[in-house]
């Protein structure tokens, strides 16, 4: 059937020429029907996962009998609190991490428990001697199951004094998302030889929607989100499951640093030993994404699905609020 009208006359048209008040409608539409339908067809699904979780068979869990495990980020928060719910007589941990006093600390709490650990200290931003460390475990130990953690937290005020706004870009991006997909590549090529494995990407809430004063963060973990999804479907036919793991605000070395403050209170952070549970069971579920805590995480989300003009006042709110507890933070 063919158009009334070409589409070339589409392509030619600007948007600037839809006057703003049929835009506006356009997003109150949105607003009013499509997210309320998008939620209740999540709600659906999300209840069916349980539902099948508890009364579905499940007789091959993918990491029921992961004898070996390697975590990146170990030295401290979740990366710890992984290490620590997965020690036991057995199982085999390499526990990668670049501060050399913490990850000690870590690995003699982690043998303590009867795990064999293997302390593996290199800076994730240095991809070659990163692929080289990560070959040498996994000739000796294959990895069964990786969790990819490694991350660094930062606000990125332009008018901050302690911060270089112009410059801040490449760590993060070297360490949250360089370093993590370098990772998980270099794990999941020996994987894939095998025909087995597990791989767990470590993102954030904010990969969703997160504070502006946290670009660069929140630019890593949502390009995290991404390549999570993406991968889950490429590695699919190696046998390889993948999930992501979105935490809220947890707390952790990054989140309680006093010399870079992020304005959370003791309150809203959540215990990452608790987490470290809720990963270990779903994960046995094959859940692709982790969500903990839930209603964080389902704020987070929700600000995604926002039409343009509404996320850009809910950003700016949230950047004013974030910019105020900052400073009262920094006046402490």
């Given at each position: 059937m063919t158009s009334l009208i070409p589409v070339s006359v589409f392509n030619r048209l600007p948007l600037s020429t839809i006057p703003p008040s049929i835009q506006s409608l356009c997003q109150m539409t949105i607003l009013v029907v499509f997210i309320p339908f998008i939620i209740t067809i999540s709600v659906c699904l999300s209840l069916c996962d349980i539902v099948t979780g508890i009364y579905g068979k499940n007789n091959n869990p993918p990491n029921a009998n992961a004898k070996v495990i390697l975590i990146t980020g170990a030295s401290s928060g979740i990366g710890a609190a992984i290490a620590l719910e997965y020690a036991k007589p057995g199982v085999t941990l390499g526990l990668l991490g670049r501060n050399e006093e913490r990850l000690n600390q870590i690995f003699q709490r982690c043998k303590d428990k009867g795990a064999e650990c293997v302390m593996l200290k290199v800076d994730i931003s240095n991809t070659m001697a990163l692929i080289k460390m990560l070959e040498y475990f996994d000739d000796k130990h294959p990895i069964d199951l990786l969790f990819a953690n490694a991350a660094q937290v930062g606000v990125t005020r332009d008018d901050s004094d302690t911060v270089e706004w112009e410059d801040a870009w490449?760590?993060?991006?070297?360490?949250?998302?360089?370093?993590?997909?370098?990772?998980?590549?270099?794990?999941?090529?020996?994987?894939?030889?095998?025909?087995?494995?597990?791989?767990?990407?470590?993102?954030?809430?904010?990969?969703?929607?997160?504070?502006?004063?946290?670009c660069w963060y929140n630019s890593t973990k949502c390009a995290l989100n991404s390549f999570a999804r993406d991968l889950r479907y490429i590695v699919e036919p190696y046998n390889i499951?993948?999930?992501?793991?979105?935490?809220?605000?947890?707390?952790?070395?990054?989140?309680?640093?006093?010399?870079?403050?992020?304005?959370?209170?003791?309150?809203?952070?959540?215990?990452?030993?608790?987490?470290?549970?809720?990963?270990?069971?779903?994960?046995?579920?094959?859940?692709?994404?982790?969500?903990?805590?839930?209603?964080?995480?389902?704020?987070?989300?929700?600000?995604?699905?926002?039409?343009?003009?509404?996320?850009?006042?809910?950003?700016?709110?949230?950047?004013?609020?974030?910019?105020?507890?900052?400073?009262?933070?920094?006046?402490?």
């Open positions: 490449k760590r993060f991006i070297e360490v949250n998302y360089m370093g993590n997909i370098c990772t998980v590549m270099t794990v999941y090529k020996r994987m894939k030889e095998r025909n087995f494995g597990q791989i767990a990407i470590i993102s954030s809430a904010v990969g969703f929607f997160g504070p502006p004063n946290m499951r993948v999930s992501l793991v979105t935490p809220g605000i947890i707390a952790s070395n990054m989140t309680t640093n006093p010399d870079q403050p992020v304005p959370f209170t003791n309150s809203s952070l959540a215990n990452p030993n608790e987490l470290a549970k809720v990963i270990k069971k779903q994960l046995e579920s094959n859940v692709f994404c982790i969500a903990w805590p839930f209603f964080q995480v389902l704020l987070a989300w929700l600000g995604s699905t926002f039409p343009p003009r509404v996320s850009l006042m809910v950003s700016w709110a949230f950047g004013k609020l974030f910019q105020i507890r900052a400073n009262d933070l920094a006046l402490t």
